[in-house]
């Protein structure tokens, strides 16, 4: 099993849909939590992040961690084309150490 | 410049040749990373430096992988005897000590080996 699981998709949802993507992981240690965003020949760009337990809100972006289920959650409201990317979720046990990530989430936003 | 910097974007090598790949950190990030995230897989971490303190090198998938960074800054990643099974998009991350959540990733350098 690996550290972090992810779904990768392809989603595929209509203009101004919500969408949820997520993450599960399997080391407890885990507590600091973020969600990255790739297009296509890009690098990843941190797009939210949390730490430890609970909700975190940015515009449009939710993310959530339930520690105690080891699950955690991007969910994207009223989504854009422009949205249309991979994102890959992304954690660490410590501040600063390697980032472990999952395989990541092709989500594609149709106008 | 602004972001972080990586060469070449592309590389084609032959299968047993050695390549290196460089990376240009954001000036003054002390901690940088390397990934690699190959077709339909997650990124896989490689090593991380920071500061002057010994590499994390736990990631390196075999002994034909080595990384170093001269002077805390420029960093370079050398695959020796090069597989086909290297061919991946190989990724570099800086990040400011003082700032938990601030990996800031290049565009990487996309390794093909035939």
């Known amino acids: 099993q690996k550290e972090v699981e992810q779904d990768p998709g392809p989603l595929s949802v209509p203009e101004g849909a919500i969408v949820s993507l997520n993450c599960t992981y399997s080391n407890s240690a885990f507590q600091y939590f973020m969600w990255y965003r790739q297009y296509s020949r890009k690098g990843p760009e941190l797009l939210m992040y949390?730490?430890?337990?609970g909700n975190k809100e940015d515009g449009r972006f939710t993310a959530q961690v339930d520690k105690s289920s080891k699950y955690i959650s991007l969910f994207i409201r009223d989504s854009q084309p422009s949205d249309s990317a991979t994102y890959l979720c992304?954690?660490?046990?410590?501040?600063?150490?390697?980032?472990?990530f999952g395989k990541g989430t092709t989500l594609s936003v149709s106008s | 410049g602004a972001g972080v910097s990586q060469s070449p974007s592309n590389k084609v090598t032959e299968k047993g040749k050695d390549v290196e790949l460089r990376c240009d950190p954001i000036?003054?990030?002390?901690?940088l990373y390397w990934y690699r995230q190959s077709l339909g897989q997650g990124l896989e971490f490689l090593i991380y430096f920071q500061g002057n303190s010994a590499p994390d090198k736990s990631g390196l998938p075999s002994d034909r992988f080595s990384a170093e960074r001269t002077g805390g800054s420029v960093s370079t990643l050398t695959i020796q005897r090069t597989q086909q099974e290297d061919s991946a998009v190989y990724l570099c991350a800086s990040r400011n000590s003082g700032e938990v959540y601030g990996y800031t990733f290049g565009s990487g350098t996309r390794l093909t080996v035939v």
């Open positions: 992304a954690m660490a046990a410590q501040a600063g150490t390697a980032l472990i």
């Open positions: 949390t730490y430890s337990s």
């Open positions: 000036s003054g990030h002390t901690a």
